[in-house]
């Protein structure tokens, strides 16, 4: 059975950084694209970063480039997405997400809120 739990969200203020994990079970990262997507209140879900299980290259939205990381950890399962410069539009719940073709799992959210 595919798991995703993502943690690391919070309160920060703008400027600051956060790290989101996502711990990830039940299926072999090489066979997978991994991603972070974020839904604002009233919006709908949008991707902002993926990375590769099969060779780590990654893909990030415009609005994040040079501020998000996609990263992952093979020997703990785990996929990392480092944000710096927060700014209050980055507000959302962000999910990670494992896809491997036409089929998708995702994870609950973690609530990332950037308010000064």
């Known amino acids: 059975e595919v798991q995703l739990q993502a943690s690391g969200g919070g309160l920060v203020r703008p400027v600051e950084s956060l790290r989101l994990s996502c711990a990830a079970s039940?299926?072999?990262?090489?066979?997978?694209?991994i991603g972070w997507f974020r839904q604002a209140p009233g919006t709908e879900r949008e991707g902002v970063s993926c990375?590769?299980?099969?060779?780590?290259?990654?893909y990030y939205e415009d609005s994040v480039k040079g501020r998000f990381t996609i990263s992952m950890d093979n020997a703990k399962n785990t996929i990392y997405l480092q944000i710096n410069n927060l700014k209050p539009e980055d507000t959302a719940v962000y999910y990670c997400?494992?896809?491997?073709?036409?089929?998708?799992?995702w994870g609950q959210g973690t609530q990332v809120t950037v308010s000064s």
């Open positions: 039940g299926f072999n990262f090489d066979d997978y694209s």
């Open positions: 990375i590769s299980g099969r060779d780590e290259s990654t």
């Open positions: 997400n494992a896809a491997i073709g036409t089929v998708a799992y």
